[in-house]
């Protein structure tokens, strides 16, 4: 087929390509297409294979140049888009070349065809600045602080829930259940606002109204009236400013027998500790690894944000699309419920779909972005792992988390699992590599619990 093409690169990714198809390969085609035509077609009057092009013409005439037109158009994007050449104009899986004008344009035998489409293509992704780029890393020290916390964690898990007395008094770390429920200015119950059974632990502050200093003292059985005046910044906005009385009443009164923090105490958290020294070491160990994870996932975070800064990627508006409705799929899969289902739940809510999109889209982008580049780069850089670079994260993953390898590679055994590993290994050489290229620095000092609250 002779074609003949001229491309237009569009902003946000996006390319026009117009194609003109010789008149000659145009009249072949549609002499081609009437005649397989009318040797299928049946119509009354004519033997099946017998009807003659003319009244095929006569009666379909302008449907049949439609549908050969759309093959035409068909076979000449193929040709074109198949060609090793072209490769960096072919249409994103998400992107369908689309007719200029949405409408089919003129077919005419005695004239070439030429026809327009618009669609995106992958981005341009060149990674050339690293000027000025600088990592901090937060300083962070693990002490008795950090391993003091975890084994107080470890004693309430393992703790023995009693019930108290019934005139024993409200303390700070008991477990209250109260029903409460707000008065107006005459007493009378607020409606709407009732609640019963509701348990908290005093002293957590998960309490609505923040009332943990407020029933120090009561008892079972005791009912009490609490007014309290929020401050205006205060993080619930339906209190901020304002003034609420309470009223609560205590139906139940638990308290927390912490163990013992003795041998005993590791044995019944595993079988794996016999002494609490190995419990404590085991600790540290988790400690030390999670802090190395989380200050490698900062600072690779810091880099890639400083790379979009400084190398812009145009997003076609099909790939930031198919990012957002992927995560809109799997935020209803983790309520366990369908696309459709979640739409409406988010309505009944007060907000819609588009709303909720909408605050995604410039964390979805960064996102994207930022995939965009380590896969270029990882690329350019011609990064790879070897198996024994494979057997070595084996080694460190069983290692981490107290397990075998052999177990560990049975986690692994799945493709799609041994894909991710292999990928996040290149990530991690790819890291190396750059982290040469730019200025890493001692950051602030950081306590261990601050480190995991962004």
């Known amino acids: 087929m002779n074609i003949s093409k001229e491309i237009t690169k569009l902003e946000h990714s996006a390319v026009k390509l117009s194609v003109k198809v010789a008149k000659e390969d145009v009249a072949s085609a549609y002499k081609d297409g009437i005649s397989k035509y009318a040797k299928n077609i049946q119509i009354p009057g004519f033997r099946k294979g017998h009807v003659p092009v003319n009244v095929l013409e006569q009666k379909y005439g302008e449907a049949l140049k439609a549908e050969i037109a759309g093959n035409l158009i068909d076979e000449a994007l193929n040709d074109i888009l198949n060609e090793e050449a072209n490769h960096d104009i072919r249409p994103l899986p998400y ?3 689309r007719l200029e004008g949405n409408e089919m344009p003129a077919f005419d035998t005695n004239s070439d065809f030429n026809f327009t489409v618009t669609y995106d293509v992958f981005p341009s992704v060149k990674v050339e600045n690293f000027s000025g780029i600088v990592i901090k890393e937060p300083q962070v020290t693990i002490g008795d602080k950090e391993l003091n916390e975890e084994l107080k964690a470890i004693q309430e898990r393992n703790a023995a829930v009693l019930d108290r007395k019934d005139d024993d008094p409200v303390e700070k770390d008991n477990i209250v259940t109260i029903s409460y429920k707000e008065l107006d200015e005459k007493g009378q119950t607020v409606a709407g606002s009732e609640r019963e059974g509701f348990v908290f632990t005093v002293g957590s502050g998960e309490d609505i109204y923040k009332i943990d200093d407020d029933i120090l003292g009561m008892k079972k059985g ?3 009236e609490i007014t309290k005046t929020y401050a205006k910044d205060d993080s619930n906005e339906d209190l901020a400013g304002k003034t609420k009385k309470i009223s ?4 139940a009164l638990k308290q927390r027998n912490l163990p013992e923090l003795d041998d005993d105490l590791a044995q019944d958290v595993s079988e794996k500790f016999k002494t609490l020294a190995d419990l404590k070491a085991d600790i540290s160990k988790n400690l030390e ?6 200050l490698e996932e900062l600072k690779s975070q810091s880099l890639l944000n400083q790379l979009v800064e400084k190398n812009p990627i145009e997003l ?3 790939m930031v699309a198919a990012e957002l409705d992927s995560r809109w799929r799997m935020m209803a899969q983790q309520f366990q419920t369908s696309p459709e289902q979640l739409e409406r739940m988010v309505t009944s809510s007060g907000q819609t779909k588009e709303q909720m999109i909408s605050q995604w889209t410039g964390d979805s982008e960064k996102m994207l972005k930022s995939r965009l580049i380590v896969d270029a780069l990882i690329r350019e850089k011609n990064i790879s792992v070897t198996p024994e670079e494979i057997e070595a994260e084996y080694a460190k993953i069983a290692e981490e988390n107290g397990m075998s390898v052999e177990e560990i590679k049975e986690h692994y055994k799945d493709a799609r699992a041994k894909e991710y590993l ?3 290994a290149k990530e991690k050489k790819l890291y190396e590599e750059l982290y040469k290229q730019v200025k890493v620095e001692k950051g602030d000092k950081v306590a261990f619990a601050d480190l995991f609250k962004n």
């Open 95 to 97: 992107s369908q070349p």
């Open 289 to 294: 690894n999670a802090k190395n994870r989380k």
């Open 316 to 318: 076609p508006a099909s």
């Open 248 to 251: 609560v009443t205590v139906t």
């Open 222 to 224: 005791e009912t009490k």
């Open 422 to 424: 292999v990928d996040d």
